[in-house]
């Protein structure tokens, strides 16, 4: 079949934007899961009568997860159809809502966790889809639209979830998550249509293992390292030996006949570039998730925060997801005139800005409320976040699209592991004294903004570096203008 009928048989039935519509609300739910729990983190060993230590895990699993499955997951949708993938993995999340909902104790909490955290690949398998389905000229919209998603996700889903931990039972998050995986389900299953684009072969399980134990070594040891220590001996065994066993998965998928990814199109210039940008645009962002909300609720009194509720604090944060949703039809027409290589490193220097913002302003709610603006924009993450899958797919042949950007989704992760353990590590180690708790100080958040400007800095120049005229092999998106 070629290229031109598969796509028809792919939109005969369905209107574009229904499908374009139900596959950015599977984004959406996606993305809440990660912000699903942060109005709790505090309360966790006193919910869950459980060591702050082992608390830490209700976070750290769905990261890990969401990690390894979705460049696997990505594959899989290019070998046994991508809807299918993407009903499977909402299904994961529907499970894992469940068994935490009913859960009473920390094991069932981090096992449903860890279920969510799967749901993270609908987002490329999303994208993988608009491409199979759209046509080029409407392509870049879409998936500026799915893309900002993942900002528009936790930002609304923050102030949902800051208002039911205030005044009902914890459990509620859950059944909340659970109600959302059901109509998503039920929503791709009728208006997303079947993948006929598919990949022949055999799946690669050999590389699937491989890459899931050495992306948990490596993460483990950026994620918990503050936790265990950085030169204690787990962590260095559990970092060196991620990398040592990711090394080798790479030697095997450059020898392999059919592997989980083709290593020789990931080290294309157009597509490595734009992946090594992810993990620090990842760190920028997710380093204003942990510092912004942090300043804000901490007591007045310390000396860096601003002492307000957790709700005000959702919705100081909650606009600038509304912002990339708003000017994602933008975004897309200025990736089609100006090119992706512009977006991300006009997006990426944006970020950079913001923390030079708050470097600078950081003693008022107006200021943060004005930094965390300049980040959603889509002169900051919205643009970012649309370029790099657009960048993506003009460099990959059409059969690859899924496991590319899950692989891209993958960088993102690492960033934001990165910022997570490395902030975390900051806060915790430059601290005042305050009614007898040590609370995070001014340097130390002054610190956290000059590490997420240098990450946000450094995607731009790697953005640079993305050639102006990408190889590309039997893709089916047209090359952008010469930005």
């Given amino acids: ?25 599977t984004g959406l739910c996606s993305a809440y899961m990660f912000t699903l729990v942060v109005p709790i983190q505090a309360e966790l060993p006193h919910l869950l009568h459980a060591d702050r230590a082992d608390t830490a895990w209700v976070v750290t699993i769905t990261l890990l997860v969401a ?5 696997i997951s990505g594959r899989l949708g290019d070998m046994y159809g991508k809807r299918r993938i993407v009903l499977v993995l909402i299904g994961l999340l529907i499970l894992g809502s469940l068994v935490a909902a009913l859960a009473s104790g920390i094991g069932g909490v981090i096992l449903g966790r860890a279920l969510q955290g799967a749901t993270t690949g609908v987002i490329p398998l999303g ?17 500026a639209l799915m ?23 914890w459990h509620l998050l859950f059944w909340l998550a659970l109600a959302l995986g059901v109509a998503a389900f039920v929503l791709v299953a009728l208006f997303v249509p079947p993948s006929t684009l598919r990949t022949r072969g055999r799946f690669d399980f050999v590389g699937a293992v491989g890459l899931a134990a050495g992306l948990v070594g490596v993460l483990l040891a950026v994620s918990r390292g503050a936790d265990w220590g950085w030169f204690s001996p787990v962590t ?14 790479g030697w095997y998928q450059l020898r392999t006949a059919e592997p989980l990814l083709d290593l020789r199109v990931a ?7 734009t992946n090594l940008a992810a993990i620090g645009m990842g760190f920028a962002l997710f380093g204003t998730n942990v510092t912004i909300p942090q300043l804000l609720e901490l007591p007045a009194g310390s000396g860096a925060g601003l002492g307000q509720t957790m709700f005000i604090t959702s919705l100081v944060v909650m606009p600038s997801g509304l912002v990339m949703l708003i000017i994602s039809p933008l975004s897309g027409w200025l990736e089609r005139t100006l090119g992706g290589r512009f977006m991300l490193a006009f997006g990426t220097g944006s970020v950079a800005v913001a923390y030079v913002f708050m470097l600078l302003w950081k003693t008022e709610v107006w200021q943060l409320f004005v930094a965390n603006i300049i980040v959603g924009v889509g002169v900051g993450v919205g643009f970012s976040f649309a370029a790099m899958p657009m960048l993506i797919m003009r460099s990959v042949p059409s059969h690859e699209t899924g496991a590319s950007n899950g692989i891209n989704a993958l960088f993102r992760s690492l960033g934001t592991s990165a910022a997570s353990a490395v902030m975390a590590a900051v806060l915790a180690s430059l601290t005042v004294e305050f009614d007898g708790v040590a609370v995070p100080s001014t340097q130390a958040f002054e610190l956290c903004f000059w590490l997420g400007a240098f990450a946000a800095a450094a995607a731009c120049v790697l953005a640079l570096l993305i050639p102006r005229h990408p190889h590309v092999e039997h893709a089916s998106v047209p090359e952008g203008p010469r930005s």
């Fill in 147 to 169: 893309s900002a998603t993942m900002g528009v996700g936790g930002a609304i889903g923050l102030p949902a979830s800051a208002l039911i931990v205030e005044h009902l039972d």
């Fill in 1 to 25: 079949m070629s290229g031109r009928d598969s796509r028809r048989s792919l939109t005969h039935s369905t209107p574009r934007w229904l499908t374009v519509g139900v596959l950015a609300f």
């Fill in 127 to 143: 994208i993988a889809i608009m491409r199979d389905v759209l046509p080029p000229a409407r392509l870049s919209t879409a998936v």
């Fill in 67 to 71: 990690a390894c499955a979705t460049p």
């Fill in 267 to 273: 080290a294309r210039p157009a597509v490595l570039f």
């Fill in 236 to 249: 260095l065994g559990s970092g060196l030996g991620g990398v040592a066993i990711l090394l080798l998965w």
